[in-house]
């Protein structure tokens, strides 16, 4: 029995390029609900546009016509539902945090709100001697700590108001600030600059440079600081490292997924 010849498979090879188009305009969906915006965001012809757009929405990655407008649809809540349920912010931002110690050489911090207060959920030694007497798990308050200083600094005066009408503003050294509207003009001041200083306020001999990590909300929800002792930082010094701070913390926001700023 002779065989019969094998035929060359002539048939095209999967599309990169249409693979890439097709995220192109899932993303522009996502973030623009009107057609145009969307054929404009993703930079390809109309047409091209609404055959990938029809083919999303039967999958049920997004929901809507061009009439109405687009929104995410169920298959995309659902899938960024769960990935969103298993971030960790210790096993993202820890690579990110790991190279800020070499470039520092400070202790590095990171922080989550928990209520009222922060709470270390990372903490990166430098190759100095010292130790610092913060430990993962650790709560501060929020008013005299650089961490807790970016967080609030997003917060509405309202939000501020209500926190210290709950737990008041106690002392941890002399050099924490009691007053209100100190605090009020202090948040003012992270808000202009994009940063935080702690010079003793929570912990007497330490100073810390802090700047806020944002969610993948665009919600400041995490801190990051750059610690020392005052003995090796003197008076406001610790500052010359605000740049570090706010390039790492914006490093990390990018990681977890936040929206870009402006």
């Known amino acids: 029995m002779t065989a019969e010849p094998r035929t060359l498979d002539t048939s095209p090879a999967p599309s990169g390029g249409a693979s890439e188009k097709t995220l192109r305009v899932l993303e522009a969906a996502i973030l623009h609900d009107r057609f145009t915006d969307i054929v404009e965001e ?16 039967e999958q049920e990655f997004i929901t809507g016509d061009s009439e109405r407008g687009y929104q995410p649809g169920a298959r995309f809540l659902g899938i960024a539902g769960s990935a969103i349920s298993r971030l960790d912010i210790s096993a993202i931002a820890e690579p990110i945090v790991d190279g800020l110690v070499r470039e520092v050489d400070c202790t590095i911090h990171v922080g989550v709100v928990n209520g009222t207060e922060m709470v270390y959920v990372i903490r990166r030694d430098s190759s100095k001697p010292y130790r610092m007497g913060s430990r993962v798990g650790l709560s501060m308050p929020m008013h005299c700590s650089g961490m807790g200083k970016v967080v609030l600094a997003s917060w509405s005066p309202e939000q501020v108001d209500r926190l210290i009408a709950d737990v008041g503003l106690p002392a941890r050294t002399d050099a924490t600030i009691t007053d209100p509207a100190a605090l009020h003009e202090e948040l003012a001041r992270v808000r202009a600059r994009g940063y ?19 969610d993948h909300l665009g919600r400041v929800t995490y801190g990051l600081s750059i610690s020392s002792i005052a003995l090796e930082h003197p008076g406001s010094s610790i500052e010359q490292f605000a740049p570090q701070a706010i390039a790492t913390a914006d490093a990390i926001s990018r990681a977890l997924g936040a929206p870009a700023l402006g």
């Open 42 to 57: 993703s930079g390809l012809a109309k047409a091209t546009v609404h055959r990938i757009l029809a083919t999303l929405v």
């Open 196 to 214: 935080a200083m702690d010079l003793g306020e929570n912990e007497r001999g330490t100073v810390c440079v802090s700047a806020p990590i944002r």
